[in-house]
């Protein structure tokens, strides 16, 4: 498919103006220096069918949650109710201004207001910030919280301990907010190494992050012995609330003794996911906390909603204004016509459907551990490098048969999660959806013994074929000067 720039007609307009009566205006008074630089590249000369037929045509080639099974581990991808996107598009939600009075803004802050109730009913704490904008954001927010906690008790504590299967933007998070990074191992069963973790926690740790169950699908069975190792030297417990898709109604972070909660309403609570927006990584913490979350919150006098400062303990403003509300009034939707029973079933069928997967497809593609899993299962392609195939083949194969890839390579530590493949089939995916992408697995699976140079091609039936991974790293295509360049060094891609 031709670029836009290739389509290019001289003197083809795609709109037109009337004749500009006002000679004592000129232009350049009217409008920006840059946009009438000399040197300026133009724009492409094309009609408005030609735009409109162009764009439609990528918008075709798109692949998400609409189109199909989104299987990719670590990140709930799951299928967005469309009733959800009616309500939060209502004019009294997207015309209401962040700086309007509190009086005409009532409706907005009383949805915040018990969205925070039913977020802390459902995971176990005491008070919620909706403030930040995406999932590393809350973290930033959470790590910053502990931060201050720590300086206000007057405690110089400087490392956090991560796990290796952590997520991957916990180290950065905890960087970013001041600390020193420990890892910590995971054991054979894919869980936190007890004994490890109770050398690594010590009086210069401020706490851990655990994300339960974990990044490789699997719960923390002895979430007791490290609450209490934490807790009995001084330290909080973070949990990353991303894989929450799998504990709705079974149970509640706050229960089992974490202090700071981070969710990702976009993944979990069936609000549009990816494309860099929006987001909304909300951070609730237990009572002992409230007084360190960023400002304002929400709070009610009996009479009127308020936009309130939380006191000078408070780490300040994370962002400007109320977060993005347009996804909290779509989880609040949500939330309210799940209801209890319908939370807990998101999470018993997420549960099945994620051991459904691992059981059909363990003889084909070895488990990276031998138990049963929660939300999602890893297995791994490791035993096809005997006919030459690595996990990156298989992934691309799958495309072929009109699946998006799962997550691979991740998580990456050794031995256990090498060359893995992630799979995450959330609770809207049917059995037969899930029929439909396990023979096609299988039949990867013969072909990698069978046809081995099939996989190492593939893909095949895609509008683009295998791309040179190295090479869109480093000279990645951003404009239409860098595709002339390439094609000037000569250079396939």
Same mark, same amino acid.
């Given at each position: 498919m031709?670029l836009i720039?290739?389509?290019?007609a001289?003197?083809?307009?795609g709109?037109?103006l009337?004749?500009d009566?006002?000679?004592?205006?000129d232009?350049?008074?009217?409008?920006p220096?840059?946009a009438?630089l000399?040197?300026r590249?133009?724009?492409?000369?094309v009609?408005?069918?030609d735009?409109?037929r162009h764009f439609?045509?990528?918008?075709k080639?798109?692949?998400g949650?609409?189109?199909?099974?989104?299987p990719?581990g670590?990140c709930?991808?799951k299928?967005?109710?469309?009733?959800?996107?009616?309500?939060?598009?209502?004019d009294?939600?997207?015309y209401?201004?962040p700086?309007?009075?509190?009086e005409?803004?009532q409706?907005?802050?009383?949805?915040?207001?018990?969205?925070?109730?039913?977020?802390?009913?459902?995971?176990g704490?005491?008070q919620y910030?909706m403030?930040p904008?995406?999932g590393?954001?809350?973290?930033?927010?959470g790590?910053?919280?502990m931060?201050?906690?720590?300086?206000?008790?007057g405690?110089k504590?400087?490392?956090?301990?991560v796990?290796d299967s952590?997520?991957?933007?916990?180290?950065?998070?905890c960087?970013?907010?001041g600390?020193?990074?420990?890892?910590?191992?995971?054991?054979e069963?894919g869980a936190?190494d007890?004994e490890?973790?109770?050398?690594?926690m010590?009086?210069?740790?401020?706490?851990?992050?655990?994300?339960?169950?974990?990044?490789?699908g699997?719960?923390?069975?002895?979430?007791?012995?490290i609450e209490?190792?934490?807790?009995?030297?001084?330290?909080?417990?973070?949990?990353d609330g991303?894989?929450?898709?799998?504990?709705?109604?079974?149970?509640?972070?706050?229960d089992?003794?974490?202090?700071i909660?981070?969710?990702n309403?976009h993944?979990t609570?069936?609000?549009?996911?990816?494309?860099?927006?929006?987001?909304?990584?909300?951070?609730?913490v237990?009572?002992s906390?409230?007084?360190?979350?960023p400002t304002?919150?929400v709070?009610?006098?009996?009479k009127?909603?308020?936009?309130?400062?939380?006191g000078?303990k408070?780490?300040?403003?994370?962002r400007a204004?109320w977060?993005?509300?347009?996804?909290? %009034?779509? &989880?609040y939707?949500?939330? =309210?016509?799940?209801? !209890?029973?319908?939370?807990?079933?998101?999470?018993e069928?997420? /549960?099945?459907?994620?051991?459904y997967?691992?059981?059909?497809l363990?003889k084909y593609?070895?488990?990276a551990?031998a138990?049963?899993?929660?939300?999602?299962c890893?297995?791994?392609?490791?035993?096809?490098?005997?006919?030459?195939?690595?996990?990156?083949?298989i992934?691309?194969r799958?495309?072929?048969?009109?699946?998006?890839?799962?997550t691979?390579?991740?998580?990456?530590f050794?031995?256990?999660?090498?060359?893995?493949?992630?799979?995450?089939p959330?609770e809207?995916?049917s059995?037969?959806?899930?029929?439909?992408?396990?023979?096609?697995?299988?039949?990867?699976?013969?072909? %990698?013994? &069978?046809n081995p140079?099939? =996989?190492k091609d593939? !893909?095949?039936n895609?509008l683009?074929?295998r791309t040179d991974d /190295?090479?869109?790293?480093?000279?990645?295509?951003?404009n239409?000067?860098d595709?002339?360049?390439?094609r000037?060094?000569?250079?396939?891609f």
């Amino acid at each position: 498919m031709k670029l836009i720039f290739e389509k290019s007609a001289k003197g083809r307009d795609g709109y037109s103006l009337p004749v500009d009566l006002f000679d004592e205006v000129d232009i350049k008074d009217c409008i920006p220096a840059y946009a009438t630089l000399a040197t300026r590249k133009a724009l492409s000369e094309v009609s408005e069918v030609d735009v409109v037929r162009h764009f439609t045509k990528l918008s075709k080639f798109n692949y998400g949650v609409d189109d199909g099974l989104y299987p990719l581990g670590s990140c709930t991808m799951k299928y967005n109710p469309k009733v959800n996107e009616k309500l939060a598009s209502l004019d009294n939600f997207i015309y209401a201004h962040p700086l309007a009075p509190e009086e005409t803004v009532q409706g907005c802050l009383e949805i915040m207001h018990e969205l925070n109730k039913l977020l802390c009913e459902i995971t176990g704490v005491d008070q919620y910030t909706m403030a930040p904008a995406a999932g590393a954001h809350g973290e930033l927010t959470g790590v910053l919280i502990m931060r201050k906690y720590f300086v206000e008790h007057g405690e110089k504590r400087h490392k956090m301990l991560v796990p290796d299967s952590a997520h991957g933007t916990n180290p950065a998070s905890c960087t970013m907010g001041g600390f020193e990074m420990v890892e910590v191992k995971s054991n054979e069963r894919g869980a936190v190494d007890i004994e490890q973790l109770d050398k690594l926690m010590d009086e210069d740790t401020a706490g851990l992050y655990l994300t339960n169950p974990n990044t490789v699908g699997l719960y923390d069975d002895r979430i007791r012995d490290i609450e209490e190792i934490v807790h009995g030297r001084g330290g909080l417990l973070y949990y990353d609330g991303a894989n929450l898709n799998a504990s709705f109604g079974i149970v509640r972070p706050g229960d089992a003794g974490f202090d700071i909660i981070h969710l990702n309403l976009h993944k979990t609570f069936s609000t549009p996911h990816g494309g860099g927006g929006p987001g909304a990584g909300v951070i609730g913490v237990k009572k002992s906390l409230i007084p360190y979350l960023p400002t304002p919150i929400v709070t009610f006098d009996g009479k009127k909603y308020h936009l309130s400062d939380v006191g000078e303990k408070s780490i300040g403003m994370i962002r400007a204004f109320w977060g993005n509300f347009p996804v909290l %009034a779509k &989880t609040y939707a949500w939330i =309210l016509s799940m209801g !209890p029973d319908g939370l807990c079933n998101v999470s018993e069928t997420s /549960v099945i459907n994620a051991n459904y997967v691992l059981a059909k497809l363990k003889k084909y593609y070895r488990p990276a551990y031998a138990r049963y899993c929660g939300h999602e299962c890893v297995l791994t392609g490791r035993d096809y490098k005997k006919y030459g195939i690595k996990t990156l083949d298989i992934a691309k194969r799958l495309m072929d048969y009109g699946f998006h890839p799962p997550t691979i390579y991740f998580p990456h530590f050794e031995p256990y999660a090498k060359e893995s493949i992630m799979v995450e089939p959330p609770e809207c995916e049917s059995k037969e959806v899930l029929d439909e992408f396990i023979n096609a697995m299988i039949k990867i699976s013969n072909e %990698a013994e &069978t046809n081995p140079e099939l =996989l190492k091609d593939a !893909p095949h039936n895609t509008l683009i074929r295998r791309t040179d991974d /190295v090479l869109a790293a480093r000279r990645p295509i951003l404009n239409y000067d860098d595709e002339l360049k390439l094609r000037d060094e000569d250079i396939d891609f």
